[in-house]
């Protein structure tokens, strides 16, 4: 056993990856320069137009700044390690990726569950809206989301920072907690019960989603404009949640129950690392296409016309 600080995680993730790893450079960078393009507009388009200064879209906004956070955590390593012949990363970085990668997680489900409940608002009780809903209630609960994220992170990290770790071999292509309890020497009972409060937690919120859209959908066959704001909103808003979860399950069984010989390295990849991918990369793009008010003006900023040249005589 040695000092922690001392170690250097070894990343098997792309050992056998040998061939064809410019090919994975360049859809890696394509797909992280388009993750930071959808997000960015999205962000820059509700933070200069002040018709968009709505409770909504000011989630919306903290959502995609989330998403680029997460996809920060993941992409530069991974696009170094492709073009590097040795894939390591020392102690204090695996722990900094780890950090800002639940972070990314945490603050997804909470602020998701923070949008259902503008929703419920806005749908169910949309005459007390607006005095529920106040400039001061969106700050209170996007500083809730962002410090209980932080402090969620920062509790599960150093929980794993006090672990003696008596192996640095990581089968994945970015570090995960649950790979480098894993490494431990001691009792990690703690950290599993720690875990499992976050995994509690974090599934409770995703049942109070999923019961405030039962509300939504009685509310919603009232009136053909709680139909419409159903659609808009409350829809893409689901399908981010399904998405996500979805990844994040993905992840969680390949954890736990892949790694086995028997599915090809690229794919044992690509589920292990879709949460970080997909969720930043879909979002932005769902709530773009139907968030009428935010299509109307990304369209307006960037138009495209089809100009047909004119031929003179």
């Not at 996809?71 to 970085?93: E, M, N, R």
């Not at 399908?239 to 390949?254: C, G, H, P, Q, R």
């Not at 879909?282 to 138009?303: C, D, K, S, T």
Request: proline share 4%; glycine share 4%.
């Amino acid at each position: 056993m040695e000092n922690n600080s001392e170690i250097l995680f070894v990343l098997q993730g792309l050992n056998n990856t040998l061939t064809n790893r410019q090919i994975y450079f360049a859809l890696a960078l394509m797909s992280y320069l388009f993750t930071l393009f959808v997000n960015l507009t999205l962000i820059v388009t509700i933070c200069v137009d002040k018709m968009l200064h709505e409770p909504i879209y000011i989630f919306l906004c903290s959502l995609s700044f989330n998403s680029i956070c997460g996809a920060s955590s993941f992409y530069p390593k991974l696009l170094h390690d492709l073009l590097a012949d040795a894939h390591v990363i020392t102690y204090v970085g695996c722990l900094s990726q780890m950090f800002v990668m639940y972070c990314y997680v945490f603050c997804e489900f909470t602020g998701l569950t923070v949008m259902a409940y503008d929703r419920y608002l806005a749908i169910c009780r949309p005459l007390q809206y607006r005095a529920l809903m106040t400039a001061q209630k969106v700050a209170k609960l996007l500083l809730l989301t962002w410090v209980f994220s932080l402090l969620e992170s920062a509790v599960g990290i150093t929980l794993t920072s006090r672990l003696p770790l008596c192996g640095h071999h990581i089968p994945k292509i970015f570090c995960t907690n649950w790979e480098v309890v894993k490494l431990s020497c001691s009792d990690t009972t703690i950290n599993n019960i720690y875990g499992f409060v976050l995994l509690l937690s974090h599934m409770s919120q995703t049942g109070l989603i999923l019961v405030s859209y039962g509300y939504l959908v009685q509310a919603s066959v009232r009136s053909h404009t709680d139909r419409r704001k159903f659609v808009q909103t409350c829809l893409p808003h689901l399908i981010a949640l399904l998405i996500f979860t979805t990844s994040l399950v993905f992840d969680t069984l390949y954890s736990r129950y892949g790694g086995g010989g028997g599915i090809a390295e690229v794919l044992q990849n690509i589920l292990a690392a879709e949460f970080l991918v997909v969720p930043p990369l879909v979002n932005p793009i769902i709530y773009g296409m139907n968030l009428q008010q935010i299509r109307i003006r990304i369209l307006h900023r960037f138009p495209i016309r089809a100009e047909i040249p004119k031929w003179r005589s």
